[in-house]
């Protein structure tokens, strides 16, 4: 596949992210060199213009995220700064200026929020599904799960409403949660009832030290928290099911034992629905593991994303981990589980591949959920795509690089066996 267009950012670091808004006329890219920048699609298609860019931080931007379009262009960021800010796009700047060599002027943007109750650095933003009103879920490396709302029409008033220890989370589903018979993997999710309390307090981590007492009275206080003086243990990535009619639900990570949790923020106290501990075989993968997957923190889940569902009857979340592990749950709620009911869910593992030795930075769905985006950090985003057969299949290759002559990438075009 061809590169169709490049864009030279401007930015003077490296560039931690990039995000579409709803329509896929603007992208905002974030930058360790601590700016934000918000492209818009030119007049013919073929390129970017530069609207709008300023200072958003006090440290690498980490994470970037827009709104639905229904509450007006908003952008949330997160950063190693321990903060989350939140900007609202008012307008155009006063004065004419100059913006990639057209003469316009630059849109402008002003901070509304600034959240500060992390106590670690913000790894994770995303504005929740418009149905539940405008809410905003970021996770920290002191292993923190928070959502925010939106109390006030200027935007400048948000209400903590969870703050959630996601170590403590356990399953309290009363039964245990099967998995799908043509798995391969059963008892992965079944686990999850008896295992709770072993893999989120303690998991599998070496050495214990780190290691402090949760505090606060809410789900958790007293636990320990792996997060909390180690942020290699804390969180790292959080993801919102699409759909309204299961409820707020979310899909949440953290340290490095490659436990995925899908927590219902609609029962009191917000619990984990399902806990997906990595499959413990790999016969699942095309390739024979290598030594980085063996090796400690090599499961740790780098990137997740939620699929739309579209009117399928379950739900897909992708994984992408530090070994280069590319992952594909199925999850099925159960019947009478709609409005975030504890009825019990189950799990499978659709799709895995990869085991390459470049770490898997970002995974991404497109807006129907057909098409996953994988990031490595070798520098290349691969797009894939499930036949009717139920293999996966790369359906091209882009690079920053030359294209190669073949347009196969080392195999990388290869159907990839489920």
């Known amino acids: 596949m061809l590169q169709t267009a ?57 994470r970037l995220t827009w709104s639905h379009p229904e509450f ?21 700047a006063g004065g004419a200026s ?10 402008r943007w002003a901070e509304r929020a600034l959240l500060n109750e992390a106590r670690g650095s913000v790894r994770g933003v995303e504005f929740g599904p418009n149905a539940f009103g405008l809410k905003l879920a970021s996770i920290s490396t002191d292993a923190t799960l928070r959502i925010y709302t939106s109390i006030s029409p200027t935007l400048t008033e948000w209400q903590l409403t969870n703050s959630i ?52 009275t809410g789900p958790g206080a007293g636990l320990i928290n792996p997060g909390k003086g180690n942020e290699a243990l804390g969180g790292w990535t959080v993801s919102w099911c699409k759909e309204k009619w299961w409820g707020s639900v979310l899909a949440v990570s953290s340290g490095h034992s490659g436990i995925i949790k899908i927590v219902s923020l609609s029962s009191s106290p917000p619990s984990a629905l399902l806990i997906l501990p990595p499959p413990s075989n790999n016969t699942s993968h095309p390739q024979q593991p290598t030594q980085k997957h063996n090796s400690l923190g090599a499961q740790a889940i780098t990137s997740l994303s939620w699929a739309a569902s579209c009117g399928r009857s379950y739900h897909l979340i992708a994984s992408g981990h530090r070994d280069g592990t590319v992952r594909v749950w199925k999850i099925k709620p159960a019947d009478g589980a709609g409005s975030g009911g504890n009825a019990s869910w189950s799990a499978s593992v659709m799709g895995e591949w990869g085991l390459g030795e470049a770490t898997i930075g970002r995974v991404e769905w497109n807006t129907t959920g057909s098409i996953l985006s994988v990031a490595s950090e070798e520098g290349k ?10 293999k996966w299949e790369c359906m091209g290759t882009f690079s920053a690089e030359a294209p190669q002559e073949d347009g196969n990438d080392d195999g990388a075009d290869a159907m990839i066996q489920e």
């Open 381 to 390: 985003v691969r797009l894939y795509k499930a036949t009717y057969a139920g």
């Open 98 to 107: 100059m913006v990639n060599g057209n003469s316009g002027g630059q849109r």
């Open 165 to 216: 220890s996601v170590p403590s989370l356990i399953n309290t589903s009363s039964s245990a949660n099967p998995t799908d018979g043509d798995s391969g993997i059963s008892g992965i999710a079944g686990q999850s009832s008896q295992n709770s309390s072993t893999n989120s307090n303690s998991g599998s981590v070496a050495g214990g030290s780190g290691f402090q007492q949760s505090s606060g």
């Open 6 to 62: 490049a864009l030279p950012t401007g930015h003077a670091d490296l560039v931690t992210d990039v995000a579409y808004d709803f329509y896929g006329e603007r992208i905002a890219t974030g930058s360790a060199d601590q700016k934000i920048k918000v492209w818009r699609k030119d007049s013919k298609g073929s390129g970017w213009e530069l609207e709008a860019e300023w200072k958003a931080h006090d440290a690498p931007i980490l």
């Open 72 to 92: 007006g262009n908003l952008l949330a960021s997160c950063s190693y700064d321990r903060t989350v800010r939140i900007w609202e796009e008012v307008g155009p």
